[in-house]
């Protein structure tokens, strides 16, 4: 799994040159939510098919930025019965849970987190059938998801510093996160975020019959009309630089012998 700093970092290099229409969108995402909020009813309805497009457009800015456009909020709209139903479900579920103690709807709402990053992403699948998923997907990944949005508390606390303003940009930071929290555990996140070693160069498992003068120092390497070549005793003295485990030691021992030889035939 991908650690929660590099979906952090991730999310930031997509929404980089996107931050201005991204709070513009959230601003006017935010009006909408407040407007159907404030009349009984439709806030159900018009729920879903909100949500859904305000991952649509966050979609479209990670991977079509040119057609992230502020009316790709209003693309749930196309799909409105299957995110009404789905809205639905999930708010019926999580408050159902909710009466068994708080802690359980917690644990639900999390469960049910990745309902709309599927239904987005897959146009056949139906709400019932997403939530499963979801539900399945989140197994051994609440926690992580958890404490993912425990470092964004910093930030919202910032942000009413600022009187609210804030969070216009910290929303689709928040979202953007999600996002690629969704492709981590989908599998589907690129691979430019993964850890990657400190020197490429260097093979985790190298050959231990490999030729030792392949480590000679590379300042012996010359170009091919040189004629020059390292004497054996620079080449002993590299290789014993090198801390080559066991070599300067063997090499010292085959000096000694050699030595002792010469002595007995005198």
């Known amino acids: 799994m991908t650690p929660n700093v590099l979906l952090m970092q991730k ?52 991977s ?73 997907m989140m197994m051994g990944y609440k926690w992580k998801l958890f404490c993912l949005n425990l470092r964004f508390f910093g930030w919202a606390f910032l942000c009413i510093l600022t009187l609210g303003i804030g969070f216009f940009w910290l929303r689709p930071y928040v979202y953007m996160s999600h996002l690629n929290f969704y492709h981590d555990i989908t599998g589907k996140l690129s691979d430019t975020i993964k850890d990657k070693p400190v020197n490429s160069n260097i093979d985790p498992n190298p050959d231990p019959n490999s030729n030792i003068t392949s480590n000679i120092d590379e300042s012996y390497r010359m170009d091919d009309n040189s004629n020059y070549s390292p004497t054996a005793e620079e080449t002993n003295e590299n290789i014993i630089d090198e801390n080559i485990p066991g070599v300067g030691v063997e090499i010292v021992e085959i000096e000694i012998e050699v030595e002792e030889h010469s002595e007995k035939e005198e």
Not at 13 to 27: D, N, Y
Not at 80 to 96: D, G, M, N, P, W
């Open 11 to 62: 999310a930031k290099e997509s929404l980089q040159g996107m931050w201005g229409t991204a709070a513009i969108t959230t601003l006017f995402f935010g009006l909408l939510e407040g407007a159907i909020t404030c009349i009984p009813g439709l806030g159900l309805i018009f729920g879903g098919p909100l949500a859904l497009g305000y991952i649509i457009f966050l979609m479209t800015v990670k």
């Open 64 to 136: 079509d930025k040119p057609n992230a456009r502020i009316e790709r909020i209003f693309d749930g709209f196309k799909d409105f019965s299957r995110t009404l139903v789905a809205y639905v479900l999930v708010l019926v579920y999580i408050f159902l849970w909710t009466l068994l103690f708080i802690i359980p709807g917690i644990i639900m709402a999390y469960a049910y987190s990745m309902t709309f990053f599927i239904l987005a992403e897959d146009k056949n699948i139906s709400a019932s059938d997403a939530l499963k998923k979801s539900k399945q």
